[in-house]
């Protein structure tokens, strides 16, 4: 059986969808996608990343407000977080250097809790893709714990 994950209903999403990638547990799908449909209010007309709760059917816009677009999307090892590459912006204060950062997002929350900026430990193309070289570690300052 296939289902369609970039859509709110059985509805045709109005724009093109790609890098599916499930949490560990299946119960979420992040994907990147151009279409304005999928959530109210998506009205920047770039890349924007999503999670899907496959269970409920709820999509969550993961890179709200960007100005810019983003991809990529990688959840943590318990789907608590999301990674993804972002030429935005305006998703994390004082991004003034102009190229694909990878931002760390809380999915329960909504809060951004880590930020690298440029391809720090691979190469970033102009189109999202990372190709990570070794392993990076993000870890909170001020909890004192890792992250992802």
Do not use: C, H
């Amino acid at each position: 059986m296939v289902n369609l994950v970039s859509s709110r209903t059985n509805d045709q999403s109005n724009g093109y969808s790609d890098s599916p990638i499930f949490s560990a547990d299946g119960s979420k799908i992040a994907f990147r996608s151009i279409a304005k449909n999928l959530v109210a209010g998506d009205t920047n007309g770039v890349y924007d990343v999503f999670v899907k709760y496959l269970t409920a059917g709820a999509i969550y816009l993961v890179s709200s407000g960007g100005n810019s677009s983003s991809g990529n999307p990688i959840f943590s090892s318990y789907g608590s977080k999301i990674a993804f590459a972002s030429n935005a912006s305006n998703l994390v204060a004082g991004d003034t250097n102009g190229v694909f950062d990878t931002l760390i997002k809380t999915l329960y929350n909504g809060a951004i809790v880590a930020s690298i900026t440029g391809a720090v430990a691979g190469t970033m193309t102009e189109d999202g893709t990372l190709t990570a070289v070794g392993t990076v570690t993000v870890t909170d300052p001020d909890a004192g714990q890792t992250v992802f």
